[in-house]
């Protein structure tokens, strides 16, 4: 996901936040990340997620059902 594109989510995600619901964005790979989980934990460490590592990215994978 290019910042341009995190970014772009995490407007939406407030948006959509402030409606009642949240954006579940879909990497093109197959990949699936909670980013509302994403977003929490960016504001709560103080970062931007494209500063992410692959360790942190990984913990908010969603498996699916």
Same mark, same amino acid.
């Given at each position: 996901?290019? !910042?341009?594109? #995190?970014?772009?989510?995490?407007?939406?995600? !407030?948006? /959509?936040?402030? /409606?009642g619901g *949240?954006? /579940? %964005? *879909? @990497?093109?790979? @197959?990949?699936h990340y909670? +980013?509302?989980? #994403?977003?929490? +934990?960016c504001k709560?460490? @103080?970062?931007? %997620?494209?500063?992410?590592?692959?360790?942190?990215?990984?913990? *908010?994978?969603?498996? %699916?059902?």
């Amino acid at each position: 996901m290019s !910042e341009q594109e #995190i970014r772009d989510m995490r407007e939406l995600d !407030e948006l /959509a936040e402030k /409606a009642g619901g *949240f954006v /579940a %964005p *879909f @990497g093109d790979n @197959g990949t699936h990340y909670d +980013y509302r989980k #994403i977003s929490q +934990y960016c504001k709560e460490k @103080g970062i931007d %997620p494209i500063d992410l590592t692959i360790r942190e990215m990984s913990r *908010f994978i969603v498996q %699916p059902a």
